[in-house]
């Protein structure tokens, strides 16, 4: 497969995606994010898949909530955990603690 086909393929799938999430078919949500990640597994996929994931309907795959606690810096993973999960059915909802605060989202009762 040559680049220019490649970006070809890259490019339907960007525009599959959204479709389908609109349609409601979870099934071809999951299979184009997973093919879309396999073709450009960049940063920018996984960013672009997480923000198609938030655009769809409710009811377009199972909700599955996760909290990201940590004494660094780890807003970065948000994209590629969400991209990846939506492509076994998931709708990931995150929440990303401050810098250096687990220890406090740890022991708050309400968190």
């Known amino acids: 497969m040559t680049d220019s086909e490649r970006a070809a393929s890259v490019e339907a799938l960007r525009a599959e995606l959204p479709a389908a999430g609109a349609a409601g078919d979870v099934a071809s949500v999951a299979a184009t994010a997973r093919a879309l990640l396999r073709a450009d597994p960049s940063i920018r996929q996984a960013s672009f898949v997480r923000k198609a994931a938030e655009a769809m309907p409710p009811g377009v795959g199972t909700p599955f909530r996760v909290a990201l606690l940590s004494s660094f810096s780890i807003e970065f993973l948000r994209d590629p955990l969400a991209a990846h999960a939506l492509t076994e059915g998931l709708r990931l909802e995150t929440y990303v ?15």
């Open 97 to 111: 603690a401050g810098f250096n605060q687990f220890r406090q989202e740890i022991l708050a009762p309400d968190s």
